[in-house]
């Protein structure tokens, strides 16, 4: 048992690019969360995937993020024209539907904007 | 109003000593009561979850719930240096009979436990 991993860990970005944030599962996981930590707070739901649907998107999710999860597996995060109070840490998590409490969550992907 | 409020500290504690570790919630609908902890660069990892009020524990750790007040907290015995770490209080919810949990969290404390 690999984990949730995530890719890349950390990501420097000028204001204006577009990034993508990579998280696979844990292996069989067929539940599939975003979320998104700033600095001294906890995290902040973004979007849930359920297999490869994306069943719910949070309202901190603007036009400029979209998520995908292809085929039910890893999950992609993008965001385009990034701003600078896009930084934060965006965690993915995953559980697995018979243990629905449980999510595990992966190392994270540290974004600064500049 | 915050979901769900926590002390931020931080926190010191010489080791051995007893922690106490608070959150406040305000929706009667949460159903799960989680706690994280979260070492620096790192994403957060589930220590215990209890649905019921009263008290759940393991080893070391207690987690306690008190619905009628909306509180919820964990209690750390015998603290040691590897307990430095930030940590969060979650709340689950299953709403609208959707079959997955949103989990919303607390700040986060960060708590220190020095030698």
């Known amino acids: 048992d690999t984990g949730v991993s995530q890719d890349p860990r950390h990501k420097i970005t000028k204001r204006g690019q577009n990034v993508t944030f990579r998280c696979d599962p844990i292996?069989?996981?067929?539940?599939l969360y975003w979320y998104r930590q700033t600095l001294g707070q906890g995290p902040e739901f973004l979007t849930y995937?359920?297999?490869?649907?994306?069943?719910?998107k949070s309202r901190l999710l603007s036009d400029r993020f979209s998520a995908e999860r292809p085929k039910g597996s890893f999950s992609t995060l993008e965001i385009q024209r990034t701003e600078q109070g896009d930084s934060a840490m965006y965690l993915c998590?995953?559980?697995?539907?018979?243990?629905?409490?449980?999510?595990?969550f992966g190392p994270g992907t540290r974004l600064l904007v500049l | 109003q915050k979901e769900v409020e926590q002390d931020p500290g931080p926190l010191s504690v010489p080791e051995g000593a007893i922690v106490s570790l608070n959150c406040t919630y305000s929706?009667?609908?949460?159903?799960?009561f989680m706690w994280y902890r979260q070492y620096s660069r790192k994403g957060p990892e589930l220590l215990m979850y209890?649905?019921?009020?009263g008290n759940k524990e393991d080893g070391r750790f207690t987690a306690q719930v008190d619905k009628s007040s909306k509180y919820i907290s964990l209690f750390i015995r015998d603290s040691q240096p590897s307990d430095s770490a930030t940590y969060l209080c979650?709340?689950?919810?299953?709403?609208?009979?959707?079959?997955?949990?949103?989990?919303?969290f607390g700040q986060g404390t960060i708590l220190t436990v020095h030698p």
């Open positions: 998590a995953s559980s697995l539907r018979a243990l629905r409490e449980t999510q595990y």
């Open positions: 292996s069989e996981h067929n539940r």
């Open positions: 995937f359920q297999n490869e649907a994306q069943l719910e």
């Open positions: 929706n009667s609908a949460f159903q799960y």
């Open positions: 209890t649905y019921s009020s």
């Open positions: 979650a709340i689950l919810i299953y709403a609208g009979g959707t079959s997955y949990g949103k989990l919303t």
